[in-house]
């Protein structure tokens, strides 16, 4: 029997908190929290005008609540974990909680007779510390994309984090490093969305405190590292029947020859509140020097077939591994608001029966087909995100009004931050 619980929620910066509590605590639980976490920023600044933390109405108490059937085994020695929803305290679910809006997400698709799946990929970078105390990059200068052994990773962290995956039950597709050295791909299955999420977040902290206890700093920062690649996070998401059907299927064989109705609604939606979506799942001054044009990162509002240089990405597989996949995302964003996100534009597509835009044709570096990309800035993009009603209203609005503040304070600290400061600013908390 563990001897304690720790009991988590995933909060606006995407940063896991929460309580250590006695093994008592181990079934269905609950334990309060100050609401006004939701005004509290990166530097541990407490913006007193958040919208919806009420900060100034005497930062009152939140509930985060829990089933004992999530409760899973920790990496921890004797703890288990959980994470759980956030309720205000007359019982209504908190608008600002995160996994809520997923679960909201689930439940529009849910109304068309349709079951989200999701598989995410993440990729992240690894540091140490060098010897005037800075952090460097993890020295593996053998690292390869598609680098597998002790070249790509000399002290073999990665294994670390398999077996501990293994260990907590985490069906993992892959691990692999990425482009760039020290870059490291992590790649989950498909599982039912919030499954799916629920696994995502306890993996990225669980490897990013396994990493730590051997002294590697793992970042998912979106570009940690100036002159080198960035890191994505990208949303795979197919929807399914009531009879255990894709949906997004049709037959044996995918790519955009073969794209059903609702494929082509999905499609057409994540287009059309392309640049909204940015202000969400691309959520840090990083982001926009990763979302660059002739950088394979989600920029351009396009789409296409089995092309890494489109934003969502229609896979070549039919049957049951039909999927589409958003490559915008970084893993700065709170995996539960990005997917969430995603899957509301892609409903909003299909309810309203959105145009398709033609596919991609452009090579993605010298030639492009698209005529719009992202924002530029971290502020462009909140803008474009308020500006899109409809996105706001369906991932809901008291979230976004709380993002939107929150993410222009955190432009106006950046804007003006050289790389390291940056770095420092943000590496110990994404």
Request: one cysteine or more; hydrophobic letters at 40%; aromatic letters at 8%.
């Amino acid at each position: 029997m563990p001897d304690r619980l720790r009991a988590l929620f995933v909060d606006h910066l995407s940063i896991p908190r929460g309580k250590y509590l006695p093994a008592s605590k181990i079934g269905d639980g609950s334990s309060r929290f100050a609401r006004a976490t939701f005004g509290v920023h990166f530097d541990r600044d407490l913006l007193l005008d958040a919208p919806h933390a009420k900060v100034r109405d005497g930062a009152p108490d939140m509930e985060l609540r829990w089933r004992g059937a999530d409760i899973r085994p920790g990496w921890e020695p004797n703890t288990s974990v959980v994470l759980g929803d956030l309720f205000d305290v007359d019982g209504a679910p908190l608008p600002l909680c995160p996994r809520g809006a997923l679960k909201r997400a689930i439940a529009d698709w849910g109304a068309h007779g349709l079951s989200p799946k999701i598989g995410i990929e993440l990729e992240a970078y690894a540091f140490q510390g060098g010897d005037d105390g800075r952090l460097r990059p993890y020295d593996a200068p053998g690292g390869v994309v598609y680098g597998t052994g002790p070249f790509a990773d000399p002290m073999r962290i990665n294994d670390v984090i398999w077996n501990k995956a293994h260990e907590m039950g985490f069906k993992l597709d892959l691990i692999t490093a990425e482009y760039d050295s020290p870059q490291f791909e992590y790649t989950l299955s498909f599982d039912d969305a919030l499954q799916a999420l629920d696994d995502v977040v306890l993996f990225r902290q669980m490897a990013r405190e396994v990493a730590l206890d051997h002294g590697i700093v793992l970042t998912f920062l979106p570009k940690p590292i100036s002159d080198m690649g960035g890191s994505g996070m990208h949303i795979n998401f197919s929807l399914w029947d009531a009879e255990g059907q894709n949906a997004l299927a049709t037959g044996d064989r995918g790519g955009p020859d073969h794209l059903n109705d609702l494929s082509r609604g999905c499609l057409a939606g994540l287009v059309h509140h392309h640049k909204g979506l940015a202000g969400l799942i691309a959520p840090t001054t990083g982001s926009y020097r990763r979302l660059q044009p002739s950088s394979m990162s989600g920029y351009w509002r396009n789409w296409g077939g089995d092309h890494r240089g489109v934003t969502t990405r229609v896979s070549s597989e039919g049957g049951a591994k039909a999927r589409l996949e958003h490559r915008m995302a970084d893993a700065s964003a709170n995996p539960y608001t990005a997917t969430a996100a995603v899957l509301q534009a892609a409903r909003l597509g299909f309810e309203a029966r959105y145009d398709l835009p033609p596919i991609e044709t452009g090579d993605g570096f010298d030639k492009v087909d698209a005529k719009i990309g992202t924002a530029g800035t971290l502020r462009g993009a909140i803008m474009d995100l308020v500006a899109d009603t409809a996105l706001v209203t369906a991932v809901g609005s008291g979230l976004v009004e709380n993002h939107a503040f929150m993410k222009e304070r955190e432009f106006r600290k950046t804007r003006d931050m050289e790389p390291d400061a940056l770095l420092d600013f943000y590496v110990w908390f994404v």
